[in-house]
T-cell receptor, first 112, second 115 residues
Framework: TQLLEQSPQFLSIQEGENLTVYCNSSSVFSSLQWYRQEPGEGPVLLVTVVTGGEVKKLKRLTFQFGDARKDSSLHITAAQPGDTGLYLCAGGISSNDYKLSFGAGTTVTVRA | EPEVTQTPSHQVTQMGQEVILRCVPISNHLYFYWYRQILGQKVEFLVSFYNNEISEKSEIFDDQFSVERPDGSNFTLKIRSTKLEDSAMYFC?????????????FGEGSRLTVL
């Protein structure tokens, strides 16, 4: 089992502040995906990163894949209450891997 | 926008009963998956399915579990004799490609409560 560790586990910030969530592993991933999950719902895909060092932006969200493809980060600029949710990272080991390994998630709360 | 749909949204059953959870994957996707999430725990892989057969399964997916694609649209997960520890949210997902290249799209989940 390839373990993905997410930190911090919980994060509470004021509206307008920035935050960063980390996803780390000792394994190399062929790709890494970030999902957001609302209570009682399924994970919703935010982004996939596949190249070491890759940076992708989605409005105020910036995703980075580590050079060695073992880690990733999610940075939110000027967080808003609508960003509140559980953020999950998930990695695929190889292009023939039929499963994703998920991290435990970071619960982000943005206070108005 | 295409989406994965799951039924039922919530099922309550007695221990030892059989349960079938149903999913309609996105129509042009070729790979289908079941994941589960026990309350407060990680999303865990159960099984993947491609070309009408299981391509990979986890140690959780024992003989009590089975999957089937009975027709061109549905993908089902059957638990033959439910146990208390099977209580969880079960998520169906589908993708165009495999693991590293395929982006998974999840359904809203089926909450299974075993009493």
């Amino acid at each position: 089992t390839q373990l993905l560790e997410q930190s911090p586990q919980f994060l509470s910030i004021q509206e307008g502040e920035n935050l960063t969530v980390y996803c780390n592993s000792s394994s190399v991933f062929s790709s890494l995906q970030w999902y957001r999950q609302e209570p009682g719902e399924g994970p919703v895909l935010l982004v996939t990163v596949v190249t070491g060092g890759e940076v992708k932006k989605l409005k105020r969200l910036t995703f980075q894949f580590g050079d060695a493809r073992k880690d990733s980060s999610l940075h939110i600029t000027a967080a808003q209450p609508g960003d509140t949710g559980l953020y999950l990272c998930a990695g695929g080991i190889s292009s023939n891997d039929y499963k994703l390994s998920f991290g435990a998630g970071t619960t982000v709360t943005v206070r108005a | 926008e295409p989406e994965v749909t799951q039924t039922p949204s919530h099922q309550v059953t007695q221990m030892g009963q059989e349960v079938i959870l149903r999913c309609v994957p996105i129509s042009n996707h070729l790979y289908f998956y079941w994941y589960r999430q026990i309350l407060g725990q990680k999303v865990e892989f159960l099984v993947s399915f491609y070309n009408n057969e299981i391509s990979e399964k986890s140690e959780i997916f024992d003989d009590q579990f089975s999957v089937e694609r009975p027709d061109g649209s549905n993908f089902t997960l059957k638990i033959r004799s439910t146990k208390l520890e099977d209580s969880a949210m079960y998520f169906c997902a589908s993708s165009e490609g495999t693991g590293g290249a395929g982006e998974l799209f999840f359904g809203e989940g089926s909450r299974l409560t075993v009493l």
